[in-house]
C-alpha cells in the first residue's frame, strides 16, 4: 500500500522548497535510473523506513498572489480526496493571512490527519512569533525551515506515525489484477467502465480499505475477476469538472498507486497530449503495467487517418517506453473493449512472470557473449551470470566485474532483447549490474 503526503497552504509560504527536501534523497536515485524528467508536484519520499508519496498541491498556481478562494478549495480538496496525511505549511514571516484562515476553515472539517508546520523559522527568536498560530484553530504546530531542514526531523517522525502500517498480503488470498481506468476528462472512462461491466449487478463484493476509504471492487465479468480501483476524477464528476491539467492528473495519483496496471484512455479526436503524458509518466514511475485505450475511434476518418499511423505517433511520445499494447476502441459501439480487458489481464501476467535463472543464463549469456558492453578506458566489461530479483515488478541483476563500467545504451540493448525473447508488453522492467 502507498501513502500520500499533500502538502497545502497558499503560495509563497515555502511549500516547493519544503517539498523538494523532502522528495531530494530519493529522486536523485531514482530518476538517474530511469532517465524519467522529474515532476515538479509529485515525488517519493521516505523516513524512518516508510516510504510515501508526496503531492505539492499548489503545483498549478505558483507564484500568484490573486488567486481566489476557489482556487485553494480546489487544491485543498484535492489534497482531502487523494491523501492519506495533509502538511499544512504557513509562513512566519507573514503570519496569519486571510487565506491561511480560509485553508484552516476547510482542513477543521477534515477527519483525515493534518500537520500545521509553520514555515521559515530560521532562528529561535521566530519561535516566539509562530504563537500566533494556535488562531487557527488547529491544535499544536511544528515549526520548521524548509530551506536549512530545521525542524523537519520532527515533523517527519509525527508524519510517519500518522502513516497506516502496510498490510502484509494475505499468503493463502489469490491475488487478483488491480485495474484503474485513467485518463483526462471526456476522454471516455466512465463509458468504457459502464459498458464493462454494466450495472452494479456484477459486483461480486466490495473490499474496504483497512484504515482509508474503500476504494476496490470486485467484479466478475467476461470470465475475469479484477478488481476496478476507483478514481476520485470519475467519482466526483458531478461535483467539479478537473480541466486544468495539473488537478486532473493529480487526481489519478491514488488510483494509479492502487492499481497494479493501468487503462489509460485516450480521446482520438484529440490525440496524446500533455497530460497523458504525464498520467503515463506517472504509471511508469511507479513501476504499473499500462495499456492504452484510443477511444471513440468511432469519430475519426478512417480516411485521413489509419490505426498504424496514429499507433506511431503515440509511440514517439511515449519514448523510450515503447513496449506498451496500444488499441483502438469505441465504448459507444463497444467495439474492441473486451480486447481491452483481455490485454489488461495480459499486463498482469507478463508483470509477475518469472524467469529462472537457469533459463535466463541460458537465453541472455550468449546474446552477450555475441555482443559485449563496449570497452571504455581500455575496460572490458565481463559479464558472468545474471538472475531476476524477487521483487513485485520484473528486475533483473546482471553480475559483472565492472559495473560502473556498462553505460545506459547498453542497458537498452539488454532490455530490448528481453523484450523481445520474453513477453513484457506493458510492463516496465529493470536492469542493474552488479560487481561479482
Ligand atoms: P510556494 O509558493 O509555497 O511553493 O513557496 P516556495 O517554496 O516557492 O518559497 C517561497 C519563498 O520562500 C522563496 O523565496 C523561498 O526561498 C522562501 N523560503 C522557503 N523556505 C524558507 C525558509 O525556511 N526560510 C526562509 N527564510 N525562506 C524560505
Ligand atoms: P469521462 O469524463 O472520461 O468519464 O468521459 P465520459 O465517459 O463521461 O464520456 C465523455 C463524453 O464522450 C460523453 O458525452 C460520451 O458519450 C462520449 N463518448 C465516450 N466514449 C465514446 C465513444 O467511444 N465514441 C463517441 N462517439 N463518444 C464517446
Given at each position: 500500500m502507498n501513502n500520500i503526503v499533500a502538502i497545502v497552504g497558499r503560495p509563497n509560504v515555502g511549500k516547493s522548497t519544503f517539498f523538494n527536501r523532502l522528495i531530494q534523497r530519493r529522486e536523485a536515485i531514482v530518476d538517474s535510473v530511469s532517465g524519467v524528467t522529474r515532476d515538479r508536484n509529485y515525488g517519493k519520499s521516505e523516513w524512518n523506513g516508510k516510504e510515501f508519496s508526496v503531492i505539492d498541491t499548489g503545483g498549478y498556481i505558483k507564484g500568484s498572489d490573486d488567486i481566489f478562494e476557489a482556487e485553494i478549495r480546489r487544491q485543498v480538496e484535492l489534497a482531502i480526496d487523494e491523501a492519506d496525511v495533509i502538511i499544512f505549511l504557513v509562513d512566519v514571516e507573514e503570519g496569519i493571512t486571510p487565506m491561511d484562515d480560509e485553508v484552516a476553515k476547510l482542513l477543521r472539517k477534515v477527519t483525515k490527519p493534518v500537520l500545521l508546520a509553520v514555515n521559515k523559522v530560521d532562528n529561535s527568536m521566530r519561535e516566539k512569533d509562530a504563537?500566533?498560530?494556535?488562531?487557527?484553530?488547529?491544535?499544536d504546530y511544528y515549526t520548521i525551515a524548509g530551506m536549512s531542514g530545521s525542524g523537519t526531523g520532527d515533523l517527519m517522525d509525527a508524519l510517519v506515525k500518522l502513516l497506516p502500517e502496510a498490510v502484509a498480503p494475505d499468503e493463502n488470498a489469490v491475488a487478483l489484477p488491480r485495474f484503474a481506468v485513467v485518463g483526462?476528462?471526456?476522454?471516455g472512462k466512465s463509458s468504457i467502465i459502464n459498458a464493462l461491466i454494466g450495472e452494479d449487478r456484477y459486483i461480486v463484493t466490495d473490499i474496504a480499505g483497512t484504515t482509508r476509504d474503500a476504494i476496490d471492487t470486485t467484479y466478475n465479468r467476461f470470465g475475469f475477476e479484477f478488481n476496478l480501483v476507483d478514481t476520485a476524477g470519475i467519482r466526483r464528476k458531478a461535483k467539479v469538472k478537473e480541466d486544468l491539467e495539473f488537478y486532473s492528473v493529480m487526481r489519478s495519483v491514488r488510483a494509479i498507486e492502487h492499481s497494479d496496471i493501468i487503462i489509460l484512455v485516450i480521446d482520438a479526436t484529440r490525440g496524446f497530449e500533455g497530460q497523458d503524458q504525464s498520467i503515463f509518466w506517472l504509471a511508469e514511475k511507479n513501476r504499473k503495467g499500462v495499456v492504452i485505450l484510443v477511444n471513440k475511434w468511432d469519430l475519426v476518418e478512417k480516411d485521413t487517418m489509419s490505426t498504424r499511423d496514429y499507433e506511431r505517433k503515440i509511440r514517439e511520445e511515449l519514448q523510450p517506453f515503447t513496449d506498451v499494447p496500444i488499441l483502438f476502441v469505441s465504448a459507444i459501439n463497444k467495439q474492441r473493449l473486451l480486447k481491452g480487458l483481455e490485454t489488461a489481464v495480459e499486463i498482469f501476467e507478463n508483470r509477475k512472470q518469472r524467469i529462472a535463472t537457469s533459463k535466463l543464463n541460458e537465453t541472455m549469456l550468449p546474446i552477450i557473449e555475441a555482443m559485449p558492453p563496449p570497452a571504455l578506458k581500455g575496460k572490458y566489461v565481463k559479464i558472468k551470470f545474471c538472475m531476476q530479483l524477487p521483487t513485485p515488478t520484473p528486475q533483473f541483476v546482471f553480475f559483472c566485474?565492472?559495473?560502473?563500467?556498462?553505460?545506459e545504451p547498453y542497458k537498452r540493448f539488454l532490455e530490448n532483447k528481453m523484450r523481445e525473447i520474453y513477453n513484457f508488453s506493458g510492463v516496465p522492467i529493470d536492469i542493474y549490474f552488479r560487481q561479482k
Open positions: 504563537l500566533e498560530f494556535y488562531n487557527l484553530g488547529l491544535g483526462r476528462p471526456n476522454a566485474n565492472m559495473p560502473q563500467y556498462v553505460k
